[in-house]
């Protein structure tokens, strides 16, 4: 695997030591998803505080990228207003780890790499739609997680 230029360090220690891996317990936000071709699956859980981002959870199972990329967004996350995170877009995640190129090169790395960013924005959909009954706070975020890849 190490052979591979895209697992670099910081991949594989993140893969091996995640960031934020765990569960919290009646999360405003939660949501599983998967790549049923591989068999790998997260759930993601986020606490909001108004409209803050105050505690970011993940646990289950994928492969480096998948758990280095999903490690990553929930730092990025940390923190920040759920306004701002609903505009991240692909290219802000995969930069921060030099993954830029797997959007040209490698159309099944890709999923490892945006999962989770895909679970997170239907989290944040269903969390304005079904809890807040906001549906326009909510914007095209179903479209755009639908399309991520
Ligand atoms: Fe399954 Fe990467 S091989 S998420």
């Known amino acids: 695997m190490s052979a591979d230029p895209i697992y670099t360090e910081m991949i594989i220690e993140y893969s091996r030591n995640p960031s934020n891996f765990g569960k ?3 999360p405003h936000i939660h949501r599983h998803d998967s790549n049923p071709l591989c068999g790998d699956s997260i759930d993601l859980y986020v606490n909001v505080d108004g409209n803050k981002i105050t505690e970011v959870k993940f646990d289950g199972k994928g492969c480096a990228i998948c758990m280095a990329c999903t490690s990553v ?3 990025m996350i940390q923190g920040k207003n759920l306004e701002e995170v609903k505009n991240f877009k692909k290219d802000d995640l ?5 993954l830029g190129h797997l959007i040209k090169t490698s159309p099944v ?3 490892c790499a945006l999962l989770s960013l ?3 924005k239907y989290g944040i959909y269903s969390y304005f ?4 009954n906001d549906t ?3 914007g095209n975020l179903k479209e755009e997680a639908a399309s991520l890849y």
């Open 24 to 26: 919290i317990e009646n």
């Open 94 to 98: 995969l930069s921060e780890l030099g």
């Open 129 to 132: 739609v079904d809890k807040m």
């Open 136 to 138: 326009e706070a909510a």
């Open 118 to 120: 895909k679970a997170l």
């Open 109 to 111: 790395r890709i999923k």
């Open 73 to 75: 967004l929930t730092e």
